[in-house]
């Protein structure tokens, strides 16, 4: 079985401060990861994914995580935050092994303060 | 445009009442799914189907009825509706399931209250 743990439910931040938000993951197997991002009354969009290879991956609006196996963590980051970025990020997460589902994170708000 | 929308986008209907919620989605991808979106437990899984007339319950469909004889359509049906299933619901489409290379796309939501 797998899951997601998103430790930070509310992440505020200054307008051009940098920004991390954290998630680590459970898995007996290889996994792919995902964050999506949800702005106010839309859908959830899919920000960046890890499948393999280089353990930093770069997604839009500047967006960017590393994986870290050792640590079962796929944090995301931003070195300068707007205000278009207040949303609510969720980290997902699959196996690689076998018909999986993927399993989404409780979420976290962003609010940038101006 | 191509695209998945849900409606009615807001609902407010009566504990014991039938309300089915609509989505459709213009991709013609094979798998369809319904999460709710609840504060403190992010996005659960209701129901989702691979193809038209194959539905699967997810990780809380109690309560929850779907149906899916065209590809475009996937409507969600509470029989009779409860408090605890006042929520935001999503409707999301995805050409090959939970594939790692077949993001979900998903709707705007219907914000439901049952009081």
């Known amino acids: 079985a797998q899951s997601v743990t998103q430790l930070d439910s509310q992440v505020p931040v200054f307008e051009e401060a940098p920004v991390e938000l954290r998630c680590n993951y459970s898995?007996?197997?290889?996994?792919?990861l995902f964050w999506y991002v949800q702005y106010p009354n839309q859908g959830l969009q899919l920000l960046l994914k890890?499948?393999?290879?280089?353990?930093l991956v770069k997604g839009i609006n500047g967006f960017e995580a590393e994986f870290n196996k050792s640590q079962t963590s796929f944090h995301l980051r931003k070195p300068s935050v707007h205000i278009s970025d207040t949303a609510e990020y969720f980290c997902?997460?699959?196996?690689?092994?076998?018909?999986?589902?993927?399993?989404f994170g409780t979420g976290t708000r962003l609010t940038i303060i101006p | 445009d191509a695209g998945i929308t849900q409606s009615p986008r807001y609902k407010i209907t009566e504990t014991g009442r039938q309300v089915t919620l609509m989505c459709h989605q213009t991709?013609?991808?094979?798998?369809m799914f319904w999460y709710r979106q609840d504060l403190g437990h992010g996005l659960r899984l209701i129901y989702y189907?691979?193809?038209?007339?194959?539905?699967d319950k997810g990780e809380v469909p109690d309560g929850y009825v779907v149906s899916r004889s065209k590809t475009e359509n996937f409507p969600l049906t509470l029989e009779s509706a409860t408090r605890s299933q006042t929520s935001v619901y999503f409707c999301?489409?995805?050409?090959?399931?939970?594939?790692?290379?077949?993001?979900?796309?998903f709707g705007n939501g219907t914000r439901l209250t049952v009081t």
């Open positions: 189907s691979a193809a038209a007339d194959i539905t």
């Open positions: 898995s007996s197997v290889s996994v792919y």
């Open positions: 997902a997460v699959i196996s690689n092994f076998g018909n999986e589902k993927l399993t």
């Open positions: 890890y499948l393999s290879g280089s353990t």
């Open positions: 991709w013609s991808h094979s798998y």
């Open positions: 999301a489409s995805s050409e090959l399931g939970w594939d790692r290379n077949s993001p979900l796309h």
